[in-house]
């Protein structure tokens, strides 16, 4: 059996080696042919091929039905809630209308009560006596909190006597007068407050105003005047400090006058004095005598005072060249118990000195130095012949020890303290720990 291939329906075979590729050929025909029988077939609605699908689409149904009650449900609860909510803000709205009316009415009665005090108070304020009182309470009260231990006495009612007093156990009275003017107080009041300070004896007094200038003292000032000390406070107002300063500044002036001696004291301490000059008479009487009979005694003691004196000088001699000799010998003796160290002479010493010097070294240097600052002490200097080790004395008293390695030297002091030398040397400093 032969097929003849149309190219014209299956181009794609027309480069194709037809005998090499049979088995491929028979696979693409038989795919074909099942393709081709799969689209012949017919659906039938029964037929068990489309029962899966089907029982999904009802399931889903089934699903959105249920989906669409609740939903349902939910809606009309939320309705109900919202017509709730609904309710009860209506029914706050109407609390909140209520009690803000109720406080504002409450608001408007205390108001116009407050604004009838008000109306009161500005117009006892243009009333003197009102404003009188106005100025001596507030004095009285910034005096009692500032001096709690003093007594303020009020005596405004009083004729002559000032608006207050301040009175002290321990210190003078102090006169105080307030004023609460709108405009300046007049010099007519001034010369009041003067009289009621000489009417009453006080020397110490305090003009205040509140409020306004006092005539001839525009500024806080302090006057001495009718034997008076007062002082005047304009445009004070309500500051409790300005009250109280003055108080204080009056007292301070008080205490500094009680320090000075009066007049009257000096003349009355001088005519003691002068009462007692008449025994000076008797005592010059009683001081030549006793000066005649001490010159004659003078003369056997001076004889007998030189005699004791020239003895004590030769006896200072003979006991300095004992004590020089037996510092020698103790010396000598202490050198030979150590047999390492040996005192350094005098002309070995300047050698060594010298020898520090030349040698370019400013440790050696800094020792020469201190070796030249015990020389010039008469300290005796003794050198360990084993190691670099000093002892230095002054007569038999160990001063310090002096150990040298390469970089420093240490000067070990009986005083207990250590000092390095590692360059120029501090001689100021040195000194200083020598005479510790």
Not at 233 to 241: L, R, V, Y
Request: charged share 25%; with cysteine.
């Amino acid at each position: 059996m032969s097929l003849k291939i149309n190219y014209t329906i299956n181009p794609w075979l027309e480069n194709t080696d037809l005998e090499s590729n049979t088995e491929h050929l028979n696979k693409l025909l038989n795919l074909g042919k099942q393709i081709s029988n799969l689209a012949d077939i017919s659906i039938n609605p029964v037929s068990s091929l489309l029962k899966p699908i089907n029982d999904q689409v009802e399931g889903l149904t089934t699903n959105l039905n249920g989906t669409y009650k609740e939903i349902y449900n939910i809606f009309e609860l939320n309705k109900l809630g919202t017509e709730t909510i609904h309710t009860k803000v209506d029914q706050m709205n109407r609390s909140i209308d209520e009690s803000i009316s109720k406080h504002y009415d409450q608001s408007k009665e205390q108001y116009q009560q407050l604004n009838a005090v008000i109306n009161k108070l500005t117009g006892d304020i243009n009333n003197s006596s009102i404003k009188g009182t106005i100025g001596e309470n507030f004095l009285e009260t910034v005096l009692k909190n500032g001096f709690p231990d003093d007594t303020v006495e009020v005596t405004a009612q009083t004729g002559h006597e000032a608006d207050l007093h301040l009175i002290s156990t321990k210190l003078p009275k102090i006169l105080i007068e307030s004023k609460l003017y709108k405009h300046s107080i007049p010099s007519a009041e001034i010369e009041k407050f003067y009289n009621d300070l000489k009417t009453t004896g006080i020397k110490y007094g305090i003009f205040v105003s509140l409020t306004s200038n006092i005539s001839g003292h525009r500024r806080l000032e302090y006057k001495y005047i009718h034997d008076r000390h007062v002082i005047f406070i304009p445009n004070a107002g309500f500051e409790n400090m300005t009250i109280i300063y003055a108080v204080l500044f009056l007292r301070e002036l008080e205490t500094m006058q009680n320090k000075n001696i009066s007049n009257e004291t000096i003349d009355e301490k001088c005519r003691i004095i002068y009462s007692s000059l008449t025994d000076l008479d008797k005592i010059f009487e009683y001081i030549s005598k006793i000066k005649n009979d001490t010159l004659k005694s003078k003369t056997i003691i001076d004889t007998q005072i030189n005699g004791l004196i020239s003895n004590c000088i030769q006896s200072e001699i003979i006991v300095k060249n004992i004590v020089s000799k037996m510092k020698k010998n103790i010396t000598e003796s202490l050198s030979e118990l150590d047999c390492t160290y040996k005192i350094i002479e005098e002309d070995h010493l300047d050698t060594i000195i010298k020898d520090f010097i030349n040698s370019d070294n400013k440790l050696y240097i800094a020792l020469a130095e201190s070796f030249t600052l015990f020389k010039n002490l008469n300290y005796k200097i003794h050198k360990d012949e084993t190691t670099s080790k000093y002892n230095i004395y002054n007569d038999t008293e160990l001063v310090c020890e002096l150990k040298i390695a390469k970089s420093k030297a240490t000067y070990d002091f009986a005083s207990g303290i250590k000092y390095d030398v590692k360059g120029p040397l501090d001689l100021v400093q040195f000194k200083k720990i020598i005479e510790i």
